[in-house]
């Protein structure tokens, strides 16, 4: 069949016209889902918080946890007892809390920079404590070596 034939019957000729614009409709549907791909995506990619750290989580002996509403307390391993409350009396704390915090840090990714300026935490509530409004957990070994630190808000 000739092309000239096909087109001069008008049930064929309007099949191929609905079907060039079923294609146009796909592509510019597939155009707009893709920028809006585009506009949605993160714009930094995540990446871990404290790179190594889920490597000397063992190393880790002591939390130190301070805030301008509860003031600071640390959380100490003493190889006997396990993870203790030292200015409680050696309390014992919960070995799946402390757990639970330590891989927590351990897996935490960032998603967005806010700002690495320290003059502008205040604006976010990111002040240390005791004069700021933030939390701040310190992860340390018996010898002092901070491994993480981390003022959240």
Known sequence: MELKAFFNDPRRRNLAVLAAL????????????????AEVAPK???????????????DVTRIHIASKKN????????PMKGWVLPDRSNYP???????????GLAALQTIEPKTARP?????????????????????????GRVFAALIVG
Request: aromatic letters at 14%.
């Open 22 to 37: 079923a294609l146009l409709s796909v592509l510019l549907a597939v155009w707009a889902l893709d920028r809006r791909a």
């Open 44 to 58: 930094y990619p995540p990446h871990a918080f404290f790179p190594g750290l889920a490597d000397k989580l063992d």
């Open 71 to 78: 003031g600071a307390f640390d959380v100490t391993f003493v």
């Open 93 to 103: 704390a919960s070995f799946e809390e402390v757990r639970k915090t330590l891989v």
């Open 119 to 143: 003059g502008w935490f205040h604006y976010v509530d990111l002040d240390a404590p005791p004069k700021g409004d933030g939390v701040l957990i310190s992860l340390s070994d018996d010898k």
